[in-house]
């Protein structure tokens, strides 16, 4: 096996400027900035990257590639392409701001948590209906029980803004609940971050050498502590939820004002989300 890990910030920063040798770019670009705000990213990623600001650069007229047009491209790479062709109720459009705003509610009052770039309820790519995009400041390579037990009450965070505003609850959150249980059974079978099970790695993953990807499991456990497993996920899923419910219910104002400036506006950045979250007295969408 040859690895070749994903770049680090410095490593991001040098494949940004390959691709950007012979393209004309405005002032505002700062690299060290994207390379921060590209997270995850490999090299074929900021490639497109860099393909998706200079063609909307070309779309719009700009003489130059701007900094906003790299954004773009970034949030084109990661979550897909805008679709505003794609028809939404009212009632659906309003769920979806109240969804996006649970989200960003908790991570901006959950520590540890990435910082949100913005949010959107224009839908992306195939399935996105709306997003809450986070990016972090810097690479990490660790990360703690409770900062994964945030990040879990974040992805529920969504469906309990759901639950509060419309006492019912839609399909909406079928990816958050996937991705919030995945990371609860990595805590308990992996990173031995349950009490009751101790610090034991549960489970042998099997790969196929040349797919490079998981084919099967080895259990190498019994039935009962299987049953043990299911419980501990379940227990550590429901303090999340009870978590981002007490976040959220305590600030239904709060909530009620960013959902409906992200109704009146579609899309809400960083600055102004900070703004919203910071003002003590709601403002009138005019202002």
């Given amino acids: 096996h040859i690895v070749v890990d994903k770049p680090d910030v410095k490593g991001r920063e040098e494949v940004l400027n390959v691709h950007m040798k012979d393209k004309q770019f405005a ?27 200079a063609l909307l650069a070309a ?3 700009h003489e130059k590639i701007t900094m906003e047009d ?21 009632r659906e459009k309003k769920i979806i701001a109240y969804h996006e705003t649970g989200h960003a509610i908790s991570a901006k009052i959950l520590p540890g948590a990435d910082p949100v770039h913005k949010i959107s309820i224009i839908p992306r790519g195939h399935a996105a209906l709306g997003y809450t995009l986070q990016l972090p400041e810097e690479d990490r390579f660790l990360i703690s029980k409770s900062e994964l037990m945030n990040r879990i009450s974040i992805l529920l965070s969504g469906r309990v803004s759901e639950e509060i505003v419309f006492s019912d609850v839609t399909s909406g959150a079928a990816n958050d609940l996937e991705r919030a249980t995945e990371t609860a059974r990595q805590m ?12 034991v790695k549960l489970g042998k993953k099997r790969e196929e ?15 009962e502590v299987a049953y043990k497993i299911d419980q501990e996920v379940k227990a550590i899923i429901d303090t999340c939820y009870e978590n981002a419910k007490e976040i959220l219910t305590s600030r239904r104002a709060l909530m009620d004002k960013i959902a409906g400036v992200l109704l009146e506006r579609e899309v809400i950045d960083a600055e102004e989300f900070e703004r919203l979250m910071n003002e003590d007295t709601p403002q009138s969408p005019q202002n």
């Fill in 70 to 90: 790299l954004e773009e491209g970034v949030e084109r790479t990661m979550a897909g392409p805008e679709r505003k062709s794609r028809l939404i109720s009212d």
């Fill in 188 to 199: 308990v079978t992996e990173l031995g971050m349950s009490e009751a099970l101790g610090l």
């Fill in 27 to 53: 002032d505002d670009v700062d690299v060290k900035v994207l390379a921060r705000r590209t997270p995850g990213l490999v090299g074929a990623d900021l490639a497109n990257l860099i393909n998706e600001g």
């Fill in 59 to 61: 779309r719009r007229d």
């Fill in 209 to 223: 050498i040349f797919l490079g990807r998981d084919i099967s499991e080895d259990r190498n456990y019994s039935e």
